[in-house]
């Protein structure tokens, strides 16, 4: 079975409402992303970003996976479908895929401040100062955060280099990390790019697909099935 690697960010959920950094305008609500997404805010205002990221939680549960989700799942009867993601939602998940790696963490899981291989599941939306890890320190979002490392960039690397197909949803070429990622891309993998305003200059040969992330799965599928005849 073919080995197709997705590599999937802000504009892929967007379809299902939930509202990306660029749609704000580098705001998010009344926040500057710097005072919501990074460690320098969390050392900072823990408390602040304890309440936006319970708000994030919230509009999360109240989202449905769209249909480019859907879509996706189903591709795992034809495909070795691996799906790496900078989205910290668990819509995939929720669609059905099974193959989900979060490049940037996930809502619905808290981690130790103290020891960051302690993570939990979270079974209470609600996260508040005083809720502790087994060490007894304060639990956190588990989602990385400007001024963090992506630690998931290392298990990602071998999937990209496994490829077969490649395609990028919801997310530029030209930025990090999926313009970095694709450079472990194999020269002969064909490569899709599925995005309705796809940047006019692009880092290798590219299969555009103008389409948002729901007709443009579609798209991918008939290409895909092109190919395989």
């Not at 969390?42 to 999360?60: A, I, S």
């Not at 940047?199 to 008939?222: M, N, T």
Request: some cysteine; proline content about 6%; aromatic content about 6%.
């Amino acid at each position: 079975m073919k080995r197709l690697v997705i590599l999937s960010g802000a504009g892929m959920s967007a379809e299902s409402g939930i509202r990306t950094f660029r749609d704000m305008n580098g705001l998010w609500e009344e926040y500057d992303v710097m005072e919501v997404a990074s460690i320098e805010a969390w050392y900072k205002n823990p408390e602040l970003l304890l309440h936006f990221y319970n708000d994030r939680r919230k509009q999360m549960i109240e989202s449905k996976p769209n249909q480019g989700h859907l879509l996706l799942a189903e591709l795992e009867k034809n495909f070795d479908v691996q799906i790496i993601t900078q989205n910290v939602d668990d819509l995939h998940e929720r669609a059905g895929s099974t193959h989900v790696l979060h490049l940037h963490g996930e809502l619905t899981k808290a981690r130790s401040t103290l020891d960051p291989s302690l993570i939990y599941l979270l079974d209470n939306p609600e996260m508040k100062m005083g809720d502790k890890c087994e060490k007894g320190s304060q639990l956190r979002p588990h989602i990385v955060w400007f001024g963090e490392e992506v630690p998931a960039m290392t298990e990602a690397i071998p999937i990209v280099e496994s490829a077969d197909y490649i395609c990028v949803i919801g997310t530029s070429l030209n930025v990090y990390p999926a313009a970095g990622l694709i450079n472990y891309a194999p020269a002969n993998a064909p490569l899709y790019l599925i995005d309705p305003n796809p940047p006019a200059s692009l880092p290798r040969k590219v299969e555009v697909i103008a389409k948002g992330a729901g007709e443009g799965v579609v798209e991918l599928i008939h290409r895909l099935a092109e190919r395989q005849k």
